[in-house]
């Protein structure tokens, strides 16, 4: 019997109900990034400067996550649109052995590679130091978050993102109190200084944790889909999972660690520009939710709609998400360009803090008009299994984007908004590439998930 709610239409409101949820899924944990920085804010500009290079340093790890989530999430979308439910439990178990066995990787080069290669790098001692000493805490949540975003690759797979809002506000809620509590020791609480926000963030992805797992179980999900009726190791499928997820996770890896190259040249131009490089992350991060959100629609439409045998209705699917990803992005970037100010007070910082931060926004906002249809295009590549694509679009990219950065902020010492111009370059050239590679139709007929 076909399971109609596995298999997905082609309309915009079918590409609604898939995003909106993923992006209220995405908002909260950017709101938990951002409460992190306000808080830290509230300590003064260096812990505030600081929070921009171990913020980054994170999320290199944490996208190897979502390298290896995106790829079970196209192989549970195929299976999905092929109506084959217990091919979706097993194949989430592997994925679960192989994100704690990254993890443990992660972990290790934070403690034994990680720390000589900052000092070398970073120029201010200070700033090392702390960075050094808040990774080597907040590393520890990474095996709890590779297995938070699991339940992404289950629940967007096949079609259940109603479900995504409950981990993520569990985990919102604790990370602001505990933020407030051990940053400041209020609520009977330690005050732990900038270190309270990596014991904050960890117990609050563990909370997330036990609260998705609970409504999977709670929603029968795990007998639905035999997530774990059958534990036996299959080392073709594991395999699978493998050779579909490593391009993307050495995308993602790739893209998060010239973002630190980019963040360390501007720790190069003073405490004050990293500083304001750290607010716009925060901010280019809240503003791109809906962006990311359509991304991942569009993989996973992508990959069911092929696997019910719908290939010449590709195309057309992927430039209705475009639309709506980007008149989103448009509304967005007029807001932020209206109110810039008010954005920015959040931080606690002074006028002139707030003075040199404006130009900066301008051209992010320009940058989400772009970042909202780039990554749909190349995650439509993602959809049709041609993850090797994907890598060798991301590889070229950022040969510009580092050339770009290295010869803008290093060589020649211009400002920092001409740094920011940098994701103009980064989004432009991811575009065009997989605009052409989708268009080419050379992925028909090649998708073997």
Known sequence: MVDRELQLSTGYKAILKLAMPISLAILVPQINFITNNIFLGGLG?????????????????????????????ALI???????????????????????????AIGVFITYAISPPILRAAIHDERIAEMSIEFLRLRIWGLPVLYLYVMRNALLVGTNQTRFLVWGTLAETVTNIVLDYGLIYGKLGLP??????AAYASIIAEA????????????????????????????SSLGKLIVVKSSPLIAQFSISIATWE??????????????????????????????????????STMVSNIIGQGKEDDVM??????????????????????IWPEWFLSFYGQDESFTREAIPVVRVISVALLMMSFGPVWLNAVTGTGQTTVNLWIEIVTLFIYVIYVYLVLEYYQ???????????VYWLSMFSMAYYYMKSGRWKGRSAM
């Open 45 to 73: 500009q260096l812990e505030l400067a600081v929070a921009g290079i171990t913020g980054v340093y994170y999320l290199i790890f944490a996208v190897v996550g979502n390298g290896l989530n995106n790829g079970l999430q």
């Open 261 to 298: 190259y980019f963040y360390i040249l501007i720790e190069h131009h003073g405490e004050r520009a990293l500083a304001v490089s750290n607010t716009m992350r925060n901010i280019f991060g809240l503003f791109g939710i809906f962006s990311w959100a359509f991304a991942a629609t569009t």
């Open 77 to 103: 979308a195929r299976r999905a649109g092929q109506n084959l439910p217990k091919e979706i439990g097993r194949i989430f178990f592997h994925g679960i052995w192989i994100a704690l066995a990254v993890a």
């Open 414 to 424: 211009l400002p920092i908004t001409w740094g920011w111009a940098s994701e103009w």
């Open 316 to 337: 057309s699917l992927v430039m209705k998400i475009v639309r709506c990803s980007f008149l989103i992005s448009l509304v967005l970037a007029i807001c932020l360009n």
């Open 207 to 234: 909370t997330g944790l036990i609260v998705i797992y609970a409504v999977i179980h709670a929603k029968g999900m795990h007998k639905r889909f035999s997530l774990f009726d059958d534990v036996r190791w299959d």
């Open 191 to 196: 005050q732990l200084g900038f270190n309270g």
